[in-house]
């Protein structure tokens, strides 16, 4: 084993699990990371598997060598998606998640035992990387079997890569990731599971498969809130952007959602037609489109993709909240991307990166280029929902490193189609302005949404909850609640708007909704309307409506504003969709129902439950201009 090791403060297990295996990979570039994807320079597919006790040899992911990177194919449609209910801990540290000892009836620390002994008897790599980003981010390693070189790669470019030679003297870490996927069959009847386990000084995750998404990204996005708990901060589960205008006008939105919520819609383009034409919506009824005009779209300028970091150090006195970039690397969904010309953007920049990726759920032909809109078929024959690029944020044009000022906090909801006759919660216009009090219940409930692609998941709304990222959150509900009202009062400049994505009322819309927003907030230069622009909403929820708007000389349709205006919807229908919303909202908020609320926080909450209008919520925290 490498002596140098014995210089990074590894805890003593560590060291004797390194010491016992059979031999450490250490890469020290991300051209020696790309090498372990594929086991040797002569593979252009290379099987991932394991022999399983009691079982035998599994395969469980194919890796195949393309011009453009790396190319991962799991066995199992499963494996394809993150599983929301994966997430258990193992300490005795608060939580109001699932503990491992309350599920299986029995501690931990025997899997754990069992982890470490099948870690010694492999080929291991072992990666220093930072959870958080290279600037503020936090000493964290991954010790994962070395034919999971894909894995590895992955992580590296999305948490931030450490060359080993530069961190040797000063390295402290506080997370360490154990990757053993045969246990996935062996102790968890083939599930997705990943375990946290916070000790003192080192946050432990145990990643029982392959799919990095809950452990890789979220799970490393559960080490940062659990920090945040403890010190008093946030990681927003969001995208932002700086938007510029034709005028040159600059805002800057951050947008938060439950998973397929929009966020990296939010950092793309406009999707527009052939002759240039904006479907803005298309009535699921009667099959009709409606169109508009954009002669000249916002110039964007990324920020972050899906972690935001609000750290105290970048904050400042503008009374706005300041975030940065809490990955290296983007996790970008391309399942909007079905044909050539559906985003010229990314699809050059993933045709001819320039370096390899790391792509996921795509097809893939050896030494041949693989294609973003070629999704890989599930056993129903039907494209995976969920294909996936990690792409190093260094390779996005115009991408913003610096902390920005957020002047506009948007946040997305997935919405069916409402009808009287089928009602549903997609009774929201296309976009609503909420006072500061109803931003803050909406990321308490964070509905997860209509047919989500990115999670396994059943038809009906449910909860991410708060923030959107309480799936990923280890500690207690309340704590992550009081946090994110101290951010909203504490950034009193920064207003609040509420964007449906999928449909409005009857209409079907996809992510339409969210980019008109972007340009017509960008063009006023922030969310600020004139009174006689506002409406209060039917459903006191939604905030207040648009009376009209107007983009580029166009007026948008009231039936877009207000969907009780649309015949197919109307006055019965919106009421039954806005008790849907309101039921939903009584069943979540229950769950805030402690004493260890924030005070501020129990009188919006009694308020909703008592009915409150628009104005009552604008009472407790005014909008400021």
Not at 206 to 230: D, H, Q
Request: hydrophobic share 40%; glycine share 8%.
């Amino acid at each position: 084993m490498q002596e140098y090791l014995y210089r990074m403060n590894l805890p003593e297990y560590v060291m004797e699990i390194l010491e016992s295996s059979k031999g450490v990979i250490v890469p020290k570039t991300r051209t020696e990371l790309f090498k372990l994807t594929m086991g040797n320079d002569t593979n252009t597919v290379f099987d991932v598997s394991y022999e399983v006790e009691g079982i035998g040899n599994v395969l469980e992911a194919t890796v195949t060598k393309c011009k453009n990177g790396a190319v991962v194919n799991y066995v199992d449609d499963y494996m394809r998606r993150r599983d929301p209910d994966c997430l258990l801990v193992a300490d005795q540290k608060e939580t109001d998640k699932p503990r491992y000892e309350d599920v299986y009836n029995k501690s931990f620390e025997s899997v754990r035992t069992e982890t470490f002994e099948w870690l010694k008897k492999q080929e291991l790599i072992f990666l220093p990387f930072k959870s958080g980003g290279l600037e503020y981010g936090y000493d964290s390693v991954l010790i994962a079997p070395s034919n999971a070189g894909f894995f590895a790669a992955g992580l590296a470019d999305l948490q931030g890569f450490l060359n080993i030679d530069e961190v040797l003297d000063h390295f402290n870490p506080r997370a360490i990731i154990f990757l053993a996927p045969p246990f996935r069959h062996t102790h968890f009847e083939g599930k997705q599971i990943v375990i946290h386990n916070r000790l003192e000084a080192i946050h432990e995750v145990y990643a029982y498969n392959l799919y990095p998404g809950p452990s890789a990204k979220k799970g490393i996005y559960g080490v940062l809130l659990n920090i945040g708990e403890e010190e008093g901060w946030v990681t927003a589960h969001a995208s932002t952007v700086k938007v510029i205008t034709p005028y040159d006008n600059e805002v800057v939105i951050m947008h938060e959602g439950a998973s397929g919520g929009g966020k990296s819609e939010m950092i793309e383009a406009i999707h527009k037609e052939m002759d240039g034409r904006i479907v803005l919506g298309k009535n699921t009824v009667t099959g009709e489109k409606n169109y508009i005009v954009l002669n000249e779209a916002c110039e964007l300028l990324p920020v972050t993709d899906d972690m935001a970091l609000c750290h105290p150090a970048i904050q400042n006195e503008s009374e706005k909240l300041v975030v940065k970039d809490a990955e290296s690397a983007w996790f970008l969904r391309l399942d909007n991307i079905t044909r050539y010309g559906s985003s010229p953007n990314y699809e050059a920049i993933l045709t001819q990166p320039l370096e390899p990726l790391i792509f996921l759920n795509l097809q893939a032909v050896p030494n041949a280029t693989c294609l973003a809109w070629e999704h890989t078929l599930d056993s129903d024959g039907k494209p995976c929902p969920n294909p996936r690029v990690i792409l190093p944020r260094r390779l996005v044009t115009n991408a913003i490193d610096l902390p920005v000022e957020v002047d506009v906090r948007s946040f997305g909801v997935r919405t069916p189609a409402c009808t009287k006759e089928n009602p549903s919660y997609g009774i929201m216009g296309i976009f609503h302005v909420l006072p500061p009090a109803l931003a803050w219940l909406w990321r308490l409930v964070a509905p997860r949404g209509f047919n989500n692609p990115s999670i396994i998941d059943t038809a009906e709304m449910t909860s991410e909850g708060v923030g959107s990222y309480w799936p990923f959150a280890t500690g207690k509900r309340v704590k992550q609640a009081n946090l994110l009202l101290e951010q909203i009062v504490n950034s009193s400049k920064t207003r609040y708007v509420l964007i449906p994505n999928q449909h409005i009322g009857a209409y079907e819309v996809s992510f339409m909704p969210q980019w008109v927003a972007r340009e017509c907030i960008a063009r006023r230069g922030s969310a600020k309307f004139k009174p006689e622009h506002l409406v209060e909403a039917r459903c006191s929820l939604l905030g207040f409506g648009l009376e009209s708007l107007k983009i580029d000389g166009q007026y948008i349709r009231k039936a877009f504003l207000q969907t009780e205006m649309q015949k197919e919807v109307g006055i019965e229908g919106y009421d039954a969709g806005a008790k849907i919303l309101i039921d939903f909202f009584a069943g979540e908020l229950k769950k805030y129902d402690t004493d260890s609320l924030n005070p501020l926080g129990r009188q919006i909450i009694e308020m909703f439950f008592k009915g409150a209008t628009v104005e009552d919520y604008m009472d407790l925290i005014p909008m400021r201009y």
